[in-house]
């Protein structure tokens, strides 16, 4: 049965999901964080030590300014009424990408990140203004400002991800089956399940369903 350590998670659908049900792409924004907190209390049950949500692109900039203010007062909203509760379950809050939000945003995430770092029971890698070319080409960067050499290990521990092991399972909600730009050097020997169910109809059954197949997968890892 294989080991699993490390879970990531392309949240794809909220707002097809909020258009399908509610006419509305923001309230499906608003039901996907339903869905995070179930699949946060199995990660939990499981034993799985690392989550790695995307919950914001460099390419979701894109989208109508309206949309892109609302899912950050969602974000604003569930950090400042959660982060004790998360706090209290011994999670660890950890975000990968770029933090250029608004002060205010950038003041909540470096609290939720300070409160939480010495936490042991689950690690959540929020991924926000993240795009996996980029943190690559500035770890390249640093290397090169460092003069080091340029080298798996040296890359890899340039990564925004330096602190967490690869993750063996990558899910995509939305029946989309694309990378997007997510963890792009870390997926390389990654199990990958594409769901069709949107993020908020994707629930805990869904998520059991995916590790059972998981821990039966023959991995070779370029062997026979």
């Known amino acids: 049965m294989n080991p699993l350590n490390h879970v990531a998670i392309i949240m794809d659908g909220n707002g097809r999901w909020g258009l399908k049900y509610k006419n509305s792409r923001n309230e499906g924004h608003r039901a996907g964080l339903d869905t995070v907190e179930k699949i946060i209390k199995e ?3 499981q034993k799985i030590n690392y989550l790695t949500l995307y919950a914001f ?13 609302y899912l950050f007062s969602l974000l604003e ?20 990408g770029v933090k250029n939000f608004s002060k205010k945003l950038n003041k909540l995430l470096n609290f939720s990140e ?10 959540i890698n929020l991924a926000l203004n993240y795009g996996s070319k980029l943190e690559i080409i500035n770890a390249i960067k640093k290397m090169n400002k460092n003069n080091e050499k340029i080298n798996e290990i040296n890359l890899s521990k340039y990564l925004q ?22 963890l792009l050097w870390q997926l390389a ?19 059991v369903k ?15």
């Open 43 to 45: 990660t939990i049950k």
């Open 77 to 96: 909203n569930f950090l400042t009424n959660k982060i004790e509760d998360l706090h209290k379950q011994n999670i660890k809050l950890n975000i990968i």
């Open 210 to 224: 995916v590790i059972g197949k998981f821990r039966k997968i023959k991995r070779n890892f370029g062997n026979i």
């Open 161 to 182: 991800t330096n602190n967490t092991p690869d993750p063996e399972i990558l899910i995509r909600t939305g029946n989309t089956k694309r990378l997007s730009n997510f």
């Open 57 to 69: 692109s460099t390419e979701n900039w894109n989208r109508p300014k309206k949309e892109i203010n």
């Open 189 to 207: 020997y990654t199990e990958i399940f594409f769901e069709k169910k949107l993020w908020p109809d994707f629930d805990k059954k869904d998520y």
């Open 114 to 123: 300070k409160k939480t770092l010495k936490n042991t029971t689950l690690q």
